[in-house]
């Protein structure tokens, strides 16, 4: 049985994808982690474009379950670049967890050490709980500040394609 190593990136915006490089510079902080400081070769790459915040229907978690499946000889590690990077929802995050856990996966973070402590427990899921506080505020934050344009008379949405402006 030999220990493979495995890199989970994910952004949670197209624009991230298309004008920030968010994957790509999320890939080379984790190579830059398992070369320079695991001193280890990773295996493959999974990359995850927004699709959905709901675990099972990010394509890349999917292929990264089912690669850890179809080679069960090996045992893995996966590293991913921060605790948000995985999960912004606490109950996602556990469901990670104990998938990965059901699979004996290790998790290494370059933000984040994982200890099975309550301690560490603790720190886990309260940086968690933080991220998805965030998500949700920003989430108030933009809905109302949306209101707030349409109540002055701003169109807020997408224009149609249709529309030509003059």
């Given at each position: 049985?030999?220990?493979?190593?495995?890199?989970?990136?994910?952004?949670?915006?197209?624009?991230?994808?298309?004008?920030?490089?968010?994957?790509?510079?999320?890939?080379?902080?984790c190579m830059n982690y398992a070369e320079n400081v695991l001193w280890i070769?990773?295996?493959?790459?999974?990359?995850?474009?927004?699709?959905?915040?709901?675990?099972?229907?990010?394509?890349?978690?999917?292929?990264?379950?089912s690669y850890i499946d179809s080679n069960k000889n090996n045992s893995y590690?996966?590293?991913?670049?921060?605790?948000?990077?995985?999960?912004?929802?606490?109950?996602?995050?556990?469901?990670?967890?104990?998938?990965?856990?059901?699979?004996?996966?290790?998790?290494?973070?370059?933000?984040?050490?994982?200890?099975e402590t309550p301690e560490w427990t603790f720190r886990e899921n309260m940086?968690?709980?933080?991220?998805?506080?965030?998500?949700?505020?920003?989430?108030?934050?933009?809905?109302?500040?949306?209101?707030?344009?349409?109540?002055?008379?701003?169109?807020?949405?997408?224009?149609?394609?249709?529309?030509?402006?003059?």
């Amino acid at each position: 049985m030999s220990l493979k190593w495995l890199i989970y990136c994910r952004v949670s915006s197209k624009k991230q994808v298309k004008e920030w490089n968010g994957l790509s510079s999320q890939e080379q902080k984790c190579m830059n982690y398992a070369e320079n400081v695991l001193w280890i070769k990773v295996d493959k790459v999974f990359n995850d474009e927004w699709i959905s915040w709901w675990v099972f229907e990010r394509k890349s978690i999917k292929e990264l379950i089912s690669y850890i499946d179809s080679n069960k000889n090996n045992s893995y590690t996966v590293i991913f670049e921060d605790l948000n990077r995985l999960s912004r929802d606490i109950q996602v995050h556990h469901l990670l967890r104990t998938e990965f856990r059901k699979r004996w996966v290790e998790l290494q973070c370059p933000n984040f050490q994982f200890e099975e402590t309550p301690e560490w427990t603790f720190r886990e899921n309260m940086s968690v709980s933080m991220a998805q506080y965030e998500k949700e505020k920003n989430k108030q934050r933009v809905l109302s500040r949306q209101k707030a344009r349409l109540e002055q008379g701003f169109y807020c949405f997408p224009v149609p394609i249709w529309y030509k402006y003059i």
